[in-house]
């Protein structure tokens, strides 16, 4: 069956970085645009970073331009987001998603909590 897992979440300081990994199983991961996004307490899920099959497309919510960057490997059946310069702002637990299309997910993962303390 389809599986997306998450890893990599935690608890970091304002300023500082971390990285998350999404491993791919039960799809061929080479055929699908892969995303990110966040949900925070209380507000809606949005989107962080999406990347296409060859990486040939990448694209960033204006939020998190600059500090964050999304690349897979497709041996690996992984995709990665690079978060440097980390705000308060971008405490949410974050998901792996896996679509056929920028603007069409279907597949997706459990989440994986971030914190930044100021």
């Known amino acids: 069956q389809v599986q997306l897992v998450e890893s990599g979440g935690g608890l970091v300081q304002a300023g500082g970085s971390l990285r998350l990994s999404c491993v791919a199983s039960g799809f061929t991961f080479s055929n699908f645009v892969m995303g990110w996004f966040r949900q925070a307490p209380g507000k809606e899920r949005e989107f962080v970073a999406g990347?296409?099959?060859?990486?040939?497309?990448?694209n960033y919510a204006d939020s998190v331009k600059g500090r964050f960057t999304i690349s897979r490997d497709n041996a690996k059946n992984t995709v990665y987001l690079q978060m440097n310069s980390l705000k308060p702002e971008d405490t949410a637990v974050y998901y792996c998603?896996?679509?056929?299309?920028?603007?069409?997910?279907?597949?997706w993962g459990q989440g994986t909590q971030v914190t930044v303390s100021s």
């Open positions: 990347v296409s099959w060859s990486a040939g497309i990448i």
């Open positions: 998603a896996a679509g056929l299309r920028m603007d069409a997910y279907v597949y």
